[in-house]
């Protein structure tokens, strides 16, 4: 994947990054589903390759929107984390989330979390974005 800007518009320059069809449900599990490991994101229902989940993974550090780190719980293992640019990825991501609950046949159950934090704005969106920060940067 390649991230390399084609031209100097901000819009432009983040859809090389986060437009193709993986790398935002894969911030998206480490959001909202607490996704870690590499396995874990291979189980998310859209049934991402592993091939292309290593590639993804491996381009989202490169560009700084999340870490790669030993497991100090298993030697094979890594666990993946959110940076405060992946963070700050939080408000796209409700965005998002919202205007597909609103416009596209959602599952009620996500819906409702995108609703919620639609609902809930900007102090809702600092409030889990602390929370991420706590979890993911210590």
């Known amino acids: 994947m390649s991230t390399k800007g084609r031209s100097g518009c901000p819009i432009s320059l983040s859809l090389e990054l986060l437009g193709d069809r993986w790398t ?3 911030i998206r599990d480490l959001v909202f ?3 870690r490991h590499f396995r874990e994101f291979l ?3 859209e049934g991402i390759s592993s091939r292309t989940l290593a590639e993804r993974l491996q381009t ?3 560009e700084g929107i999340l870490t790669r ?3 100090p719980t298993h030697g094979l293992k890594a666990i993946y984390r959110l940076t405060e640019a992946g963070i700050d990825l939080l408000p796209v991501l409700a965005t998002l989330g919202a205007w597909g609950s609103k416009y596209r046949k959602a599952d009620d159950k996500l819906a409702r979390i995108a609703d919620d934090l639609a609902v809930g704005g900007a102090p809702a969106l600092k409030r889990m974005q602390g929370k991420l920060r706590a979890e993911h940067l210590g």
Request: charged content about 35%.
């Open 60 to 62: 989202l550090q490169d």
């Open 33 to 35: 589903a607490g996704k």
């Open 69 to 71: 780190s030993d497991d």
């Open 24 to 26: 935002l449900l894969i």
């Open 43 to 45: 189980q998310s229902d």
